[in-house]
């Protein structure tokens, strides 16, 4: 018997479930997304891919560990140079997480210790061997000490999507670009398929909301609370540079909110340190990016450029407020929906989590496999939205521990 699998958002987790699921036996898998073909214009499209294997806890590290191992076998299949480490979608330039004081230092040798529990290879190193590893964006000035993390990396996320996509068509699955979901069609207190914005209705056997930020709209028109808060998030990149290979680790400074990377021929900083940020669902427009803001994030950038020695302070060139989900545990929304049979969520997933998370929700829909219960969508079902939000945007200045 064939099963109708309809997975409706095209950005890394879409286009990594329908790979997982398209050519299992009696699966026929149709992904629907409303940007036009071959654009990304979800958070997949904004990434700059920093992937730490090490999470918080046990679950999102074995996610993380999945997917590079996933990412790192789509190497002959992404298009571009294939990299030390990689494929063209992964690059294994290591993580450098750096504290400029005392406290700092103390979350950088307990995660140390977690990484050791997790045997996931991380190294302490001095301020000295930290500002060698990552001249460019670790000043010796203000720099404690450093963990290095040598399996960590940075993804191209749009390459690791089309790759993933390329797979899934040939082994049948069907991408339905410019189309967009409007409702869920329920009977009997099931979901039996999507209603797309021209009036069709695409039958489905399961039902699959990888629809990133947007995923509580659709969720809400079939009644069912999607506890997802999206957020605006800051990210510039200064101007081209003479390019250096290999690139050197991904940066972050846990204890300030900031990361950086080096991306080849430029350089990129991000920061969390700023009073956070919702957009509300209904105020999403079809690209997860939102006007810059000034004000608080020029000032919170301003101060993430003072952690680089002064002389690779740069100007950003580019400015980019992208939005991205937070949920009240810092975790992603994975599985069915147990009050409403046929529907399950792929939301809320990081590029770090999404291949190990697709491979788990395909064993889930396809194998009877429970999934992970931490990680259940309605797992905090009866807790009052406004209190689900309050602690989602409580989690947003420590998403540098998510991974
Ligand atoms: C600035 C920024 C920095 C980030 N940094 C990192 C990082 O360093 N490391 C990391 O791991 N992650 C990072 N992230 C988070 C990461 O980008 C996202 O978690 C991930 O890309 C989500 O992928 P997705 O496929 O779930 O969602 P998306 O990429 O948003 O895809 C969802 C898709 O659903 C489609 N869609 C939505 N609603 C509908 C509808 N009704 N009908 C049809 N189609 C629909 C959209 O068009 C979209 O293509 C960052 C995000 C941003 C914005």
Do not use: K
């Amino acid at each position: 018997m064939t099963r109708r699998i309809v997975i409706v958002g095209a950005g890394i987790v879409g286009s990594s479930l329908a790979r997982e699921l398209a050519g299992r036996d009696g699966c026929q898998v149709t992904v629907l997304d409303r940007s036009p073909a071959g654009r990304l214009h979800g958070s997949t499209g904004h990434a700059p891919g920093y992937i730490g294997v090490l999470g918080e806890t046990p679950v999102l590290t074995e996610l993380a560990r999945a997917t590079v191992r996933i990412y790192r076998s789509l190497g002959d299949d992404a298009p571009g140079r294939a990299r030390p480490g990689g494929g063209a979608g992964f690059e294994e330039t290591g993580c450098l997480e750096v504290a400029t004081s005392p406290a700092a230092y103390g979350t950088l040798r307990r995660r140390a210790a977690l990484a050791r529990e997790a045997g996931l290879a991380a190294r302490l190193v001095d301020a000295g061997e930290a500002a060698a590893l990552a001249p460019r964006l670790v000043d010796p000035a203000t720099a404690v000490a450093g963990l290095h993390f040598p399996g960590d990396g940075t993804a191209r996320a749009g390459l690791l999507t089309a790759a993933q996509r390329r797979l899934a068509e040939a082994a049948g699955a069907e991408f339905a670009d410019g189309t967009e979901a409007t409702g869920l069609e329920i009977r009997a207190g099931r979901v039996h398929g999507v209603w797309l914005a021209d009036g069709t209705l695409v039958p489905s056997d399961d039902t699959v909301l990888a629809s990133g930020v947007w995923g509580p709209l659709l969720a809400a028109r079939a009644g069912v609370e999607l506890p997802l808060t999206p957020v605006s998030h800051p990210y510039v990149y200064g101007g081209p540079r003479p390019a250096r290979h290999p690139r050197g680790p991904f940066v972050r400074w846990p204890g300030r909110h900031v990361y950086a990377r080096d991306h080849g021929d430029r350089d990129g900083i991000g920061t969390y340190a700023h009073e956070p940020r919702p957009v509300a669902p209904a105020d999403l427009g079809v690209r997860a990016e939102e006007p810059w803001p000034g004000g608080q994030f020029d000032g919170a950038v301003a101060a993430a450029l003072a952690l680089l020695p002064p002389a690779h302070r740069f100007a950003p060139d580019v400015r980019l407020n992208g939005v991205f989900s937070v949920t009240p545990d810092n975790m992603p929304l994975l599985g069915p929906f147990e009050g409403l049979p046929g529907l399950w969520s792929a939301t809320a997933v990081w590029v770090t989590h999404a291949a190990g998370a697709a491979a788990a929700l395909a064993e889930a829909i396809d194998g009877g496999e429970p999934g992970p219960a931490a990680l259940a969508p309605d797992r905090f079902a009866g807790e009052p939205a406004g209190e689900l939000r309050r602690r989602a945007l409580g989690h947003y200045n420590d998403i540098y521990a998510a991974g």
